[in-house]
């Protein structure tokens, strides 16, 4: 059975005119729907939810329209459209599925920017991090975006309960994950990387996992690393079958959250290659 895709079409209200466009969600949701995916409806997160992951001022600032910055606008009812997006991650958490909403969520971190970077790079809440915080169990968060989770890496590290590894394109926005810190693994990599060595490394991050210390695995998944997109690191649809392969024999409850990825068939087809081994 394919696993189940989460969406609203509440989430394409929003941003016509930014790079982060509803127009992705809407190529890939066509996309999906045609090859018999089936869809569910997801609820809002609580703030109890928000609270256990960011900080009770930063949520009152979002609900205001507070928080803009050059990528990141305070468009109108962002807070109402980044809680759909953050339960939306967690029902997908429950029911191992997808996630197919926004806004993305890995830059932003408990306070809003993370890490020394002056955007949140079109996040509002750390939708992933919200899920994880929700399920309570010793989780492997994988990032596998073609940017630094810079975000969810400030949020984690040194919780006990989580490793977190990052592969990303170095350097380049947001200009951090050059080196591993604690329970917070990076891999930086060369926009010529290409499949084999993007297959490699991730082969070798997964070794320094100790898996019978997981119990969930839980996906960042953009397809900006694609070839052309925003940051390319040579991939195609192809490799993320490969990498789908690879996650599905770790053998544990797996759900994945979408964050970037800016070519709509892009993300549609790369969601339906990565999930192919878990059907």
């Avoid at 590894?165 to 990387?193: K, Q």
């Avoid at 759900?255 to 068939?265: A, D, N, P, Q, T």
């Amino acid at each position: 059975m394919k696993p189940k895709i989460v969406f609203s079409e509440k989430c394409l209200e929003y941003g016509s005119w930014h790079i982060e466009s509803p127009k992705r969600l809407q190529i890939a949701y066509k996309i999906l729907k045609e090859m018999g995916y089936e869809f569910v409806e997801p609820e809002p997160a609580s703030e109890e939810d928000l609270f256990k992951v960011h900080d009770a001022n930063y949520i009152q600032l979002l609900k205001k329209g507070a928080i803009e910055d050059p990528d990141t606008p305070a468009y109108e009812n962002i807070y109402e459209y980044a809680r759909l997006s953050a339960g939306a991650a967690i029902l997908a958490a429950k029911i191992n599925g997808f996630s197919l909403m926004r806004p993305p969520g890995h830059h932003v971190g408990k306070y809003g920017a993370a890490l020394g970077a002056y955007t949140k790079g079109f996040c509002y809440i750390n939708n992933i991090a919200v899920a994880v915080k929700h399920l309570g169990k010793p989780t492997l968060i994988l990032d596998i975006d073609g940017h630094h989770g810079n975000g969810t890496q400030e949020i984690f590290l040194g919780d006990p309960n989580v490793v977190f590894i990052s592969l990303h394109r170095y350097p380049y926005y947001p200009g951090t994950g050059a080196y591993s810190e604690a329970n917070c693994l990076n891999f930086p990599l060369s926009a010529d990387c290409g499949e084999a060595v993007y297959l490699k490394t991730l082969e070798e991050a997964l070794r320094k996992i100790d898996l019978e210390k997981v119990e969930v695995v839980a996906v960042s998944t953009g397809f900006d690393a694609y070839a052309g997109d925003l940051a390319s690191l040579s991939l195609r649809e192809e490799s993320y079958e490969k990498i789908g392969k690879l996650l599905a024999a770790l053998d544990k409850p797996t759900f994945f959250v979408l964050e970037g990825g800016y070519i709509g068939e892009n993300v549609g087809k790369g969601i339906d290659a990565l999930l192919k081994s878990f059907q």
